[in-house]
């Protein structure tokens, strides 16, 4: 399934390379958030199901929000990218096979192989998890504005992805939220020409029911409670 955008619409191009939009900012109207928000119109086929392409391209249209956390995000932005590759390409090996999200897991799950490391099961369990993250953070932008960007981070991470993460994993995380940039300078930097809390409002409200079905599926496997290893 590819993402077909018209005349009034984002160009392809940024779908296909999310890492233009930093050169665009200005030139675009809107916020940072505008292509992943213009993204998730195209998500779901008419009969209502997630599509494998069109989640991956919107999960790749957040990541030059990311880019202006500098290395605070460092950690989320490769462990993002790492589970967007591993699933695109399991999806390039067979789209007609892989066209809806959930088919990779299937497959895996008919295998016994679904619990592996290096699955795509554990590669959509653990991108969601970090959207999940993400999608806290702006909405604690949002609902706390008197908080610093580290606060802003931590309390997000202890929201959803510290009970999953080992000793590791959580104090590399703990380290890293230290280097979080000054809130102001981070806002002005993704406002662009748009309104940003609007636009991150309604990516929150947009996307969340996105993860909540992901993790609904995953549950209905067995598949949804995996710790790091």
Request: with cysteine; net charge neutral; aromatic share 8%.
């Amino acid at each position: 399934m590819i993402l077909i955008f018209g005349s009034d619409r984002l160009p392809l191009s940024l779908v296909n390379d999310p890492t233009r939009l930093k050169d665009q900012r200005v030139e675009m109207a809107g916020t940072v958030f505008t292509p992943s928000l213009e993204g998730m119109k195209h998500v779901k086929s008419e009969n209502g199901v997630i599509l494998t392409k069109p989640f991956l391209d919107v999960c790749k249209l957040i990541l030059p929000v990311l880019d202006k956390f500098g290395a605070a995000m460092s950690i989320v932005k490769s462990d993002i990218g790492g589970n967007i590759t591993r699933l695109e390409t399991k999806y390039n090996s067979d789209p007609s096979k892989f066209e809806h999200l959930y088919s990779m897991v299937q497959v895996e799950v008919q295998a016994k192989t679904a619990k592996g490391s290096s699955s795509c099961t554990n590669g959509l369990l653990w991108l969601t998890r970090a959207m999940d993250y993400l999608v806290e953070l702006f909405r604690n932008l949002l609902e706390h504005q008197d908080w610093i960007m580290s606060q802003v981070c931590t309390d997000s991470y202890n929201k959803t992805l510290k009970k999953w993460h080992g000793w590791l994993a959580s104090s590399s995380f703990t380290v890293a939220m230290k280097l979080a940039p000054d809130r102001k300078k981070f806002m002005e930097v993704i406002s662009g020409s748009g309104d940003i809390n609007a636009d991150m409002e309604k990516f929150c409200t947009t996307f969340a029911p996105l993860l909540a079905e992901n993790h609904k599926f995953l549950a209905s496997v067995g598949l949804d409670d995996l710790k790091a290893s």
